[in-house]
T-cell receptor, first 113, second 113 residues
Framework: EADIYQTPRYLVIGTGKKITLECSQT?????MYWYQQDPGMELHLIHY???????EKGDLSSESTVSRIRTEHFPLTLESARPSHTSQYLC????????????FGQGTRLTVV | GDSVTQMEGPVTLSEEAFLTINCTYT??????LFWYVQYPGEGLQLLLK?????DKGSNKGFEATYRKETTSFHLEKGSVQVSDSAVYFC????????????FGKGTKLSVIP
């Protein structure tokens, strides 16, 4: 079983609110990722981190921000939620190396009304 | 850059039918290849992987062979069940540089009784 957790699983929130999606892993992985998944299922990398105090933007531009103060924790924050932010957000982690797989959390389904 | 192309869905099969989902890739170096599965409302789970040419990954009756000469990693199962209904993602981890993960767009499989 993968030890990576996302909270909340589901969130319905009003426009303009600040939200933080939590992601934690207990595997000691250096690398962590945030993906946005659209209704057509495609995954879009929005942020990644290769270690503490390291964060980079992914392929898809996002208004969200991330931080990596501790190895196990990689929260994603939206300062002012909008309906266009409605989506499924998936967090993942992996060890370093060419052959290592990524482990995914169960996702957060965000709806902004 | 690296890329993964997998057959577009949705794919609908009758129970006990043979399944093939095609996946081809372009990558630098010697990538590792993965198949992930996503059940409704869940995150992605690793289904199988192969880390070098001619390796065969297998799990739960699914299998895929790393074909370097055709740059392919097709997923097959001899007899699908209703419980196999899910979205399947082909992915690679680059064999060079930062070992970045790249996913295909996903193929939705529906198995009907």
């Amino acid at each position: 079983e993968a030890d990576i957790y996302q909270t909340p699983r589901y969130l319905v929130i009003g426009t303009g609110k600040k939200i933080t999606l939590e992601c934690s892993q207990t595997m000691g992985h250096d690398k962590m990722y945030w993906y946005q998944q659209d209704p057509g299922m495609e995954l879009h990398l929005i942020h990644y981190s290769y270690g503490v105090n390291s964060t980079e933007k992914g392929d898809l531009s996002s208004e969200s921000t991330v931080s990596r103060i501790r190895t196990e924790h990689f929260p994603l924050t939206l300062e002012s939620a909008r309906p266009s932010h409605t989506s499924q957000y998936l967090c993942a982690s992996s060890a370093s190396g060419r052959t290592t797989e990524a482990f995914f959390g169960q996702g957060t389904r965000l709806t902004v009304v | 850059g690296d890329s993964v192309t997998q057959m577009e869905g949705p794919v609908t099969l009758s129970e006990e039918a043979f399944l093939t989902i095609n996946c081809t890739y372009t990558a630098t170096g010697y990538p590792s290849l993965f198949w992930y599965v996503q059940y409704p409302g869940e995150g992605l789970q690793l289904l199988l992987k192969a880390t070098k040419a001619d390796d065969k990954g297998s799990n739960k009756g699914f299998e895929a062979t790393y074909r370097k000469e055709t740059t392919s990693f097709h997923l097959e199962k001899g007899s699908v069940q209703v419980s196999d209904s899910a979205v399947y993602f082909c992915a690679l981890r680059s064999g060079a540089g930062s070992y970045q993960l790249t996913f295909g767009k996903g193929t939705k499989l529906s198995v009907i009784p």
